[in-house]
């Protein structure tokens, strides 16, 4: 397959060659990805906010907080991760975020 830009052709192996356009609309038509047609993204995959939240223990540190459309909360500190995600539980960085945005 060859892809002409400058004469907006795509010329196939079998010698056939079809308009740019014709073969985009065409992908279009058979795509399930057609515009305005996307479903609404799972609220706890769409992160709405980013928190950083200073360690206590080692003050160059700093932990990413992350505050979900569906308004639960993650935390990229070890306590969260290896412990509290595992639960459902809030890390301390996590209750910091919480209680600062109210």
Not at 2 to 18: A, L, N, P, R
Not at 54 to 75: A, G, I, L, P
Not at 92 to 98: L, M
Request: aromatic content about 8%; overall charge negative.
């Amino acid at each position: 397959m060859i892809i002409d830009t400058s004469k907006k052709t795509v010329k196939f192996s079998e010698g056939e060659v079809v308009d740019l356009g014709v073969l985009t609309a065409l992908v279009a038509l058979f795509s399930d990805d057609q515009p305005g047609t996307d479903p609404e993204p799972d609220p706890s995959t769409v992160v709405i906010a980013e928190y950083a939240s200073q360690s206590d223990s080692e003050h160059r540190k700093w932990y990413t907080v992350k505050q979900f459309k569906d308004n639960h909360f993650t935390c990229d500190c070890p306590d969260y991760v290896i412990r509290r995600s595992k639960d459902g539980g809030k890390c301390k960085h996590i209750i910091r975020v919480h209680y600062r945005s109210l």
